[in-house]
């Protein structure tokens, strides 16, 4: 069977009230976004020196979906590793049962050590204990991480509460590593407050913006 080419040039599109419709510069590319939702923000709250970061407001049932963007997040102490957790009774406690998988990439700045793997050490199963999104940070003055987690339906009385993560760190002994963790917190409660801390010492610097998304 034949595939003819979507020609640029003789494409007509009528914008429907509220979408949005977007063309790249390319004649012969076709790159359109149709605008069916938005990511709003909610909160930021900025590190100097922090034991944690906790958001204990704007996690409700507003939103089905929220992210958590990650800025040069910088620890005080060498070696850490980036945590997080969530709570079901306003920030009362952070000890929510939690089942993980934990994935790492890395390459060393000498162009050594390159591994891809699964991380048995780091997931946890059925577990309240903090879990790790990224780790082995280093607390020179240009050592961070940064990324993003994704939190699904918090406010859901009937699923348990997926979460994915991402980031890109620095690490204490020069390699460039990313972490990508998935999991879910084995709950119905809703889920309406969220920490972060490293695993030892202060959050030094870096910001953490919560976003909700329709």
């Not at 990650?70 to 070696?79: E, L, Q, R, Y």
């Not at 890395?106 to 780790?135: F, V, W």
Request: proline share 1%; charged share 15%.
């Amino acid at each position: 069977m034949a595939l003819n080419k979507l020609k640029f040039n003789s494409l007509n599109v009528t914008p429907t009230a509220g979408k949005t419709v977007g063309f790249n510069s390319d004649a012969d590319g076709l790159e359109a976004t149709f605008s069916g939702g938005a990511m709003t923000f909610i909160s930021k709250s900025t590190a100097s020196s922090s034991s944690t970061i906790n958001f204990t407001s704007g996690i409700d049932s507003t939103y089905k979906e929220y992210i958590f963007v990650f800025k040069d997040i910088h620890p005080a102490t060498d070696n850490v590793n980036f945590t997080f957790n969530m709570s079901i009774d306003g920030g009362s406690n952070y000890n929510v049962t939690k089942t993980t998988s934990v994935f790492y990439a890395t390459h060393l700045e000498n162009d050594g050590g390159q591994e891809l793997a699964y991380l048995t050490q780091r997931d946890l199963a059925q577990s309240t204990s903090d879990q790790q999104i990224s780790s082995e940070l280093g607390n020179g003055s240009d050592e961070c991480t940064s990324g993003y987690l994704q939190i699904f339906n918090p406010s859901s009385s009937v699923f348990v509460k997926h979460f994915l993560s991402s980031l890109s760190d620095n690490t204490f002994h020069e390699r460039c590593s990313r972490w990508d963790v998935a999991g879910y917190g084995n709950t119905t409660s809703a889920v309406d407050a969220v920490q972060f801390k490293m695993s030892s010492g202060n959050i030094d610097a870096g910001t953490i913006t919560l976003y909700g998304i329709n």
